[in-house]
């Protein structure tokens, strides 16, 4: 029997923002599939109501896909793949493995021989990259720094140094709550001629994207406790 497709299906960044940031295309694929993995149900199952295309939502079935998952599990609730079932993985926001444990799917379908489809839509990495006005040739996007502030800051640290030394921009992000903490440290520990991107609820309809130095940075208020929040930061001279 031939195998299914793996699609690997981007969702809003920001709440109301699917009929904008969706395309045709993946509205298509998702009005075509039955089977999903997803980071979380009640997200996933939002965003396909979301997008009106005459489904019955109780009809689909949903599988958890997440940083927990194990091999077996994998292996388990991809099955229907081989029975040549398409399957849509979809992240909580934004594209399916960046950032995101949906690349643990994408590997295994590589290693089984499984055509692996990746759909454009919005990324809050590229999407900050891009409105940040550093080197887009040479980047590094690390995810989540440190909890701890000691090595928090030290990582802080390194980044800058990096940068300067070999002219790379550095993209990372925090957890919504600790974002201001976060934003502390880096006006706190950074060089006052280093640049620094601020983008903050990406695609939505009070996105925010600033590049400053962080000097400058000093003399600005800005409250991002609870808000998505990516930072780049770019220090070669």
Known sequence: ???????????????NTADTVISPQIKEIIKNTSYFLVENVRTARRFISSLRLGLTIENLDFQILDKKTRPAELEKIIQPIFEGKDIGVISEAGCPGIADPGAIAVTYAHAKGIQVIPLSGPSSMFLALMGSGFNGQSFTFHGYLPIQKKERVQAIKTLEAESQKNRMTQIFMETPFRNNHLLDDLLAHLRPDTQLCIAKNLTGSDEFIQTKSVKDWKKVKIDLHKIPTVFVLYSAQ
Request: charged share 20%; net charge positive; glycine share 6%.
């Open 1 to 15: 029997m031939t195998k299914g497709k793996l699609f690997l299906i981007p969702s809003p960044l920001a709440e």
